[in-house]
């Protein structure tokens, strides 16, 4: 790996940068969809996301990282997952004032709109909304970067790592 070359020669807040730069992007690549994968997947994914911490931080391997994450603000999986899902959900449902419908678009101009009108598939809205009543309701009128800031800090304090 990559990283357990590097953390010989870099400190640990540039390794951080490095995981937010090679391991991040994969991880937000879909996860509020395959977010929603049984315990005995998704703990694999957090298996690894120690694996790199442990490494970033340059502790053995055998060490307790899991309240490490808080110290480099690397959340893990399941609470990732709960952020861009209440993420995904304030900006392109309440955005659009959907309210956990299907939206049906009648565009004029588009091949065979008569005969089959356009409709945005939203994804399973049940957890989303929930989610988002329980967390994050108040914050809806937020700008983004806030709402995002507030929302991270309620995981944060939620979860207790």
């Not at 994969?26 to 998704?42: N, Q, S």
Request: glycine share 4%.
């Amino acid at each position: 790996m990559m990283f357990r070359y590097l953390t010989k020669f870099l400190d640990s807040k540039t390794m951080a940068n490095l995981y937010y730069s090679f391991i991040y992007p994969h991880l937000i690549y879909g996860i509020e969809f395959w977010g929603h994968a049984p315990d005995y997947l998704t703990s694999k994914i957090l298996i690894n996301q120690k694996k790199a911490l442990r490494i970033i931080l340059k502790q053995p391997p055998n060490s307790h990282v899991l309240h490490k994450f808080n110290e480099l603000k690397i959340m893990p999986v399941s609470m990732l997952f709960k952020f861009r899902l209440i993420i995904f959900y304030w900006k392109y449902t309440l955005a659009r004032e959907d309210n956990c419908n299907f939206v049906e678009n009648n565009y004029q101009k588009t091949r065979k709109s008569v005969q089959n009108p356009l409709k945005t598939i939203k994804i399973r809205t049940e957890i989303a909304c929930n989610l988002f009543g329980e967390l994050a309701w108040d914050l809806r009128d937020l700008s983004d970067r806030v709402f995002r800031g507030q929302l991270a800090a309620r995981l944060w304090e939620l979860d207790g790592l």
